[in-house]
Structures are given as structure tokens and as C-alpha cells.
């Protein structure tokens, strides 16, 4: 069994429709995939509708990655991703910090726009009015490759869109520990993102993540693209003594990152225990008769 629990549609920053990204991981081999867009829910209904076309058996995982800030290793603030899988989408809590985090996207891609469009030829208001649901830094880069000032959207982040960048903009991320506490009280399943990907900048403390399995941390995102070897290894070792679920995704975002879906998979066993540990909302699947209330 393949399974992909970290994939991207174009409700966020991919370029695949949610039924596009369906229709593509069962092309892929795929017998599972979730839909992790960031900070939103939007793409669920329409990758749920394409289950009507999936062969009988596919899985789809309903989820979402939330930008977070964490402890660095140095001990100050880090962004961290966080993937909630399987949670109620309509526990308020959790829905009110969607919907802010969701205004905070908008208002941070709009500075930002605003500080290159004094130097580059972009148009803010075309860059706002190309966001769907989540608004993030690859609609800006997609804006400065169609603009010819860079050559790529992987130009344009280790540019003019980085973190040292002087028209960065830093986003109100929720509190870490807060977050894994409204992904487990919506009857969800928390996994962190991406843990060491060295690459991507500073690092998550593992002490913290130490202390997050004490609030409810769900699982690691073990096998990711951006992890080593010995990440890995240390990933692996620090979920086994936490009793944390150990994952392994791709991270696909469609043409504008060059990952495979199903570059990394996660183990069978692994994902029964992620899915029996949810209450939130049910695993689906295709062929099976669902009512209208199921959630």
C-alpha cells in the first residue's frame, strides 16, 4: 500500500485542482492521499466529489497544515508547519483561528506586494485578485516569473522572497503548543511537518517536541524530501521513544515544487494508527456507501 499524508492543491500554494490532485495520486499508484493545504479546508469538498471517480478502495485523508511557531534550537521563536489530519472542521475554536490565520495570509502577501511592486514591475491588486482561499509567498512568485524578473519560483525564494529578504514579511503564526491542543479538542490527529529540514533554516528544538507529546503531539513526519539520512534516523528514534506516529510524505505542490507524489511513503500500520487515533472526521472511501451525515 502507497500513502501520501502531505500534499498541496491549488487552495492554497499548488497548482493542481483538489479533484486534479485526486485523479493524480491514483495515477501515481497511489491507494492513499491527504489533502494538507495550508491554513484551509477549502479544497475538501471537491477532492471528496472526486472520490466518485477513483477506483474503489482509494483512500482520501482530510487535513490541513497550520503555520505555527515552535522553540527554535537556539531558543527563540521558529516557524513550524503542522500538519492536522482528520479533525472536526466545525469546532469553532479551531474554525476562528483558520479564519485568522487566513486574514493574517492576506494582509502579510499584500505588504509584501506592495514593498517589491516599489521596485519591480507587479501589480498588487492582479496578485491578490489570482489568491483563492490561502494566500502565500508562491502567488508572488508566480507573479515575478510572469513578470520576467525572475527565472523560477525557486529563484524568486532564494531572493527576493526570502527570509532575509528585505520585502519579507514575517506572518502572526499560532503558538505550537496551542495549536496541537485545538487539533486533539477537534478530534484531530497533530503531525509535525517537516521537522529537520535543515535546508528550510533554523530548527524546531527537540526538547520541545518532547514536551508536545506530553499536550497531545499525534505523530512526526519522518520521510520527507528534505531529511538526511540521519534525520531520519533521529526522527525515527525520538517518535518510537515518544510513542508518536511516524510518517512519510511527499510534500507535493504540483508544478511549483519539483516533488513526486508518493516521493515518500508512509508505512501502512503507521496510517491505521494515525486514522483509529481520529474522532473528528472519518477517513474516506471510494465505493463506500456514505451517508449524508457521515463527517
Request: hydrophobic share 45%; net charge negative.
Amino acid at each position: 500500500m502507497r500513502i501520501d499524508l502531505h500534499t498541496h492543491s491549488d487552495a492554497s500554494d499548488g497548482t493542481d485542482t483538489p479533484a486534479e490532485l485526486v485523479a493524480n495520486a491514483v495515477a501515481a499508484g497511489l491507494d492513499v492521499v491527504a489533502i494538507t493545504d495550508h491554513d484551509t479546508t477549502a479544497g475538501w469538498d471537491e477532492a471528496t466529489a472526486a472520490l466518485d471517480r477513483a477506483p474503489a478502495g482509494f483512500r482520501l485523508v482530510r487535513g490541513m497544515e497550520m503555520s505555527c511557531e515552535g522553540r527554535g534550537e537556539d531558543g527563540d521563536p521558529v516557524p513550524v508547519h503542522l500538519l492536522a489530519y482528520l479533525f472536526d472542521p466545525a469546532d469553532a475554536t479551531f474554525a476562528a483561528e483558520r479564519i485568522r490565520q487566513r486574514e493574517e495570509r492576506i494582509g502579510r502577501l499584500r505588504s509584501m506586494a506592495v514593498k517589491i511592486a516599489a521596485d519591480y514591475p507587479i501589480d498588487p491588486d492582479a496578485v491578490l485578485a489570482r489568491v483563492g482561499t490561502s494566500a502565500g509567498r508562491p502567488h508572488l512568485a508566480a507573479a515575478l516569473v510572469a513578470a520576467g524578473v525572475v527565472d523560477s519560483v525557486g529563484q524568486a525564494f532564494e531572493d527576493l522572497l526570502s527570509r532575509k529578504s528585505k520585502y519579507y514579511v514575517p506572518k502572526l503564526d499560532a503558538p505550537l503548543d496551542d495549536a496541537v491542543a485545538m487539533i486533539a479538542a477537534a478530534g484531530g490527529v497533530s503531525v509535525i511537518a517537516h521537522a529537520r529540514a535543515r535546508m528550510r533554516g533554523r530548527l524546531l528544538a527537540l526538547d520541545h517536541i518532547e514536551e508536545l507529546a506530553e499536550l497531545g503531539l499525534g505523530g512526526l513526519e519522518i520521510f520527507h524530501p528534505d531529511h538526511n539520512d540521519d534525520d531520519r534516523a533521529l526522527l525515527a528514534h525520538l517518535a518510537a521513544s515518544l510513542d508518536l506516529i511516524g510518517t512519510g510524505s511527499s510534500d507535493y505542490h504540483g508544478d511549483n515544487k519539483a516533488l513526486r507524489l508518493g516521493e515518500c511513503s508512509t508505512d501502512p500500520e503507521a496510517f491505521e494508527a494515525l486514522a483509529a487515533r481520529a474522532t473528528g472526521v472519518s477517513v474516506l472511501v471510494a465505493g463506500a456507501t456514505r451517508s449524508d451525515g457521515e463527517r
